[in-house]
């Protein structure tokens, strides 16, 4: 399995916190993303980077912002959490950015925003 | 704008009962269509990657095709742990930046 950590692995907060997930990985790979899962929807990215303090933004990036200052940490940062942002996030890691679908995903951070 | 819609949404078969899921996917020029698995609160495993239409791929029980429209993922003699979620993606030449268009998957239940 991937060296991938997620922290924490559930989080209840109130709208209007900040938040921030914590990915990290042990597989000194250069990509990192982060994806959202709700129901009744595909995972969709949020960030991805592609280097140390190198980032994009997804398809559904506003209200979240990322960091990445060493290889192996990506954070995923809620300024001001609201009850939309309610979902389970994963982290992933790639060798390569193509093939872009070959990735390796972390266990999971669900957040609940009340 | 790239598409993925998977069928059934969920399927529930008997050990041993072979079936096939289904990924129809529209994307402008298509780089990759892929396939994972997913376990209740994990996150998602990667299985299969396929590039162009005739292509195939093996794993144990599974086997993954191509067409140019859609693709199938096959079950061979299904077992209880094969029991999962299955997720299509596909990546798109069209626009400059990264993007994996995810389906919302099939829900597969193998009773023993």
């Known amino acids: 399995d991937a060296g991938i950590t997620q922290s924490p692995r559930h989080k209840v907060t109130e709208t209007g916190t900040p938040v921030t997930l914590r990915c990290h990985q042990t597989?000194?790979?250069?990509?990192m993303y982060w994806y959202r899962q709700d129901p009744g929807h595909g995972l969709r990215l949020i960030h991805y980077s592609y280097g140390v303090k190198d980032t994009d933004k997804g398809e559904v990036s506003d209200g979240y912002s990322v960091s990445r200052s060493k290889t192996e940490d990506f954070l995923l940062t809620l300024e001001s959490a609201t009850s939309s942002q309610t979902s389970v996030y994963f982290c992933a890691i790639s060798e390569t950015l193509r093939p872009s679908g070959e990735l390796f995903f972390g266990e999971g951070s669900r957040l609940t925003v009340l | 704008e790239d598409q993925v819609t998977q069928s059934p949404e969920a399927l529930r078969l008997q050990e041993g009962e072979s079936s096939s899921l289904n990924c129809s996917y529209t994307v402008s020029g298509l780089r990759g269509l892929f396939w994972y698995r997913q376990d209740p609160g994990k996150g998602p495993e990667f299985l299969f990657t396929?590039?162009?239409a005739g292509e195939e791929k093996e794993k144990e029980r599974l086997k993954a095709t191509l067409t140019k429209k859609e693709s199938f993922l096959h079950i061979t003699a299904p077992k209880p742990e094969d029991s999962a979620t299955y997720l299509c993606?596909?990546?798109?030449?069209?626009?400059?930046?990264?993007?994996?268009?995810f389906g919302k998957g099939t829900l597969l239940t193998v009773n023993p």
């Open positions: 597989e000194n790979h250069r990509y």
């Open positions: 993606a596909v990546e798109g030449s069209g626009g400059s930046n990264y993007k994996l268009t």
């Open positions: 396929l590039y162009s």
